[in-house]
């Protein structure tokens, strides 16, 4: 079943890719009719992002959640709001002046880590968004973030967390996923470091 979903997409990937001329929603109206993964039998929406579509920072986690899957906005639960308060009381921004997505689209049953081939399918999307958004900075929230944005699998994030690392035109700079802080708040000290990083280089 799950290999007549990667076929039809490596069938269809062609023509779905379109170029810069597309715009955010019109790849947003693609996304919420995706069932190129078999991830669209479980979920109840699907999770496009949010935010500033001119934003020069751009957050990335791993994929929805419970909280997500039913609102269909990504970060609202208690892992988004710890990242809200770290965008407002350590960059002094406001949430909506950046933009927030995930590595996939929509929520793997029991909040399982997606697999290779989901994000296969479904990474050309956020892709898409980053070329449309062309934020300065993106920030990978977590190691499945950061691995599948730079390809880097055996790199733990704790090792890579912080470093200013070169993608495409944007900086890439890794650190902790807010839910991995919710469980150990002693790593809140690195994020605070790591955003100070960041709030340097917009
Ligand atoms: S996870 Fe991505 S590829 Fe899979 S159905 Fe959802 S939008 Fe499509």
Redesign the pocket.
Known sequence: MGFEYFRE?KQNSTIKIKTSSTNLIEIERR?KN???????KT?KN?VFGEGNKNADLMFIGEGPGANEDESGKPFVGRAGMLLTKIIENVLNLKREDVYIANI???RPPNNRV?TLE?VT??KP?LQEQIAMIHPKIIVPLGSTSYHHLSDDYNMPISKIRGEVLEYGDAKLIPTYHPSYLLRNPSAKKDVFADMLKVKKLL
């Open positions: 997409y996304v995706c069932h190129l993964c078999p991830l669209s979920r699907v996939i689209k929509c997606p989901e399918v479904c999307y």
